[in-house]
């Protein structure tokens, strides 16, 4: 079984960065898609980023362009480089795991990422 834990929210500025990680453990090698999503109040869930196991990437509309998934093999670990932050980015972020065969998906705690105008 794949667990998940992502750290690196916080409160930033409208115009400022942060970096997402999210680490990685268990069966890890059964993996073939990554993601991020988030969740604002009152709204639902959306694609923030996605990168697969041959490090192909797809981007929600509204960060494409500012935000960059990436993935360290070694280490375990996903990563998402978020700029231009924006008041509208505001929402729990939560690294997603997905396996084809047999499918499993599997959803890490989240971390709440507030951007202040």
């Known amino acids: 079984q794949v667990q998940l834990v992502e750290s690196g929210g916080g409160l930033v500025q409208a115009g400022g960065s942060l970096r997402l990680s999210c680490a990685a453990s268990?069966?890890?090698?059964?993996?073939?898609?990554m993601g991020w999503y988030r969740q604002a109040p009152g709204k639902q869930r959306e694609l923030v980023a996605q990168?697969?196991?041959?490090?192909?990437?797809n981007y929600g509309d509204s960060v494409r362009g500012r935000f960059t998934i990436s993935k360290d093999n070694a280490k375990n670990m996903m990563y998402l480089q978020m700029n231009s932050l924006k008041p509208e980015d505001t929402a729990v972020y939560s690294c997603?795991?997905?396996?084809?065969?047999?499918?499993?998906?599997?959803w890490g705690q989240g971390t709440l990422v507030t951007v202040s105008s």
């Open positions: 997603n795991a997905v396996s084809y065969g047999p499918y499993l998906e599997i």
């Open positions: 990168i697969t196991s041959g490090g192909r990437t």
């Open positions: 268990g069966s890890i090698s059964s993996i073939n898609t």
